[in-house]
Antibody
Framework: QVQLVQSGAEVKKLGASVRVSCTASGYTFTGYYIHWVRQAPGQGLEWVGWINPKTGDTNYAQRFQGWVSMTRDTSIRTVYMELSRLRSDDPGVYYC???????????????WGQGTLVTVSS | QSALTQPRSVSGSPGQSVTISCAGPGSDAGIYNYVSWYQHHPGKAPKLIIFDVTKRPSGVPDRFSGSKSGNTASLTISGLQPEDEADYYCCSFAVSYNVYVFGTGTTVTV
C-alpha cells in the first residue's frame, strides 16, 4: 500500500536550518509529484511547493522562495524539504503529500505523510 | 497570492445537510477544474474527500459531494454524522501565479 513516512519532530534555533524527509513506498516513486504543505499553529493549510521526483524540478510558493529547498534521492525513494535561516513564523506541522495524477501535477493530494512538527526557539 | 475564501464555521444537527463555499479572489477557482477538498481532524493528516471538483475517492461516503459555479466551488455534506466534525479545506490552482492555494478552512460542528 502507498505510504509516505516523514522524519521526526525538530527543534531548532532562530536562524538555523532544518531538513525534513519524506520516504515513499508502495508505488513508483518517480511517477508522482510530491508537494509540501504547512500548518502553522492555529492556522490553516498552506501550500509550500512541489518537487518532481523524476526530474528534480521544483516550484515554490512566493513567500517561501529564497529559503526553502526541495530535493530528492531516488535511490532511497526520499524527498527532502529544507528551510534555511529559520524565522519566528516558520514553526508548524509540515506535511508531504502525493499528487494523485501519474506523471503530471494538478495539486490534488491522495496520500499524505503523518506530518513533522518544526519548533523554532530563540 | 490570496487564499481561497471559506466561511469560518458551519454547524448542523445529525442528519442535516451543510454546504461550504470556496471562492477565488478573481476567477481562479472558476477557470480551473482541479478543485479538491480535504477533511482534517486535529493531530491527523488531511484526507482527500473530493477531487476534480465533483469526484470522490473510493471509500469516501457518498454523503460528500462537490460542485462548482463560476468562481465558487462548494462542498455539501448530506446526512451529517458526528464523525464529520472536522476542519475542511478546498484547494485549487491560482492560474495567474502558477501556484496552488488552499482555502481559509471551515470548521464543521455537528
Amino acid at each position: 500500500q502507498v505510504q509516505l513516512v516523514q522524519s521526526g519532530a525538530e527543534v531548532k534555533k532562530l536562524g538555523a536550518s532544518v531538513r525534513v524527509s519524506c520516504t515513499a513506498s508502495g508505488y513508483t516513486f518517480t511517477g508522482y509529484y510530491i508537494h509540501w504543505v504547512r500548518q502553522a499553529p492555529g492556522q490553516g493549510l498552506e501550500w509550500v511547493g512541489w518537487i518532481n521526483p523524476k526530474t528534480g524540478d521544483t516550484n515554490y510558493a512566493q513567500r517561501f522562495q529564497g529559503w526553502v529547498s526541495m530535493t530528492r534521492d531516488t535511490s532511497i525513494r526520499t524527498v527532502y524539504m529544507e528551510l534555511s535561516r529559520l524565522r519566528s513564523d516558520d514553526p508548524g506541522v509540515y506535511y508531504c503529500a502525493r499528487d494523485l495524477r501519474n506523471d503530471y501535477n494538478v495539486g490534488e493530494y491522495d496520500y499524505w505523510g503523518q506530518g513533522t512538527l518544526v519548533t523554532v526557539s530563540s | 497570492q490570496s487564499a481561497l475564501t471559506q466561511p469560518r464555521s458551519v454547524s448542523g444537527s445529525p442528519g442535516q445537510s451543510v454546504t461550504i463555499s470556496c471562492a477565488g479572489p478573481g476567477s481562479d477557482a472558476g477557470i480551473y477544474n482541479y478543485v479538491s477538498w480535504y477533511q482534517h481532524h486535529p493531530g491527523k493528516a488531511p484526507k482527500l474527500i473530493i477531487f476534480d471538483v465533483t469526484k470522490r475517492p473510493s471509500g469516501v461516503p457518498d454523503r460528500f459531494s462537490g460542485s462548482k459555479s463560476g468562481n465558487t466551488a462548494s462542498l455539501t455534506i448530506s446526512g451529517l454524522q458526528p464523525e464529520d466534525e472536522a476542519d475542511y479545506y478546498c484547494c485549487s490552482f491560482a492560474v495567474s501565479y502558477n501556484v496552488y492555494v488552499f482555502g481559509t478552512g471551515t470548521t464543521v460542528t455537528v
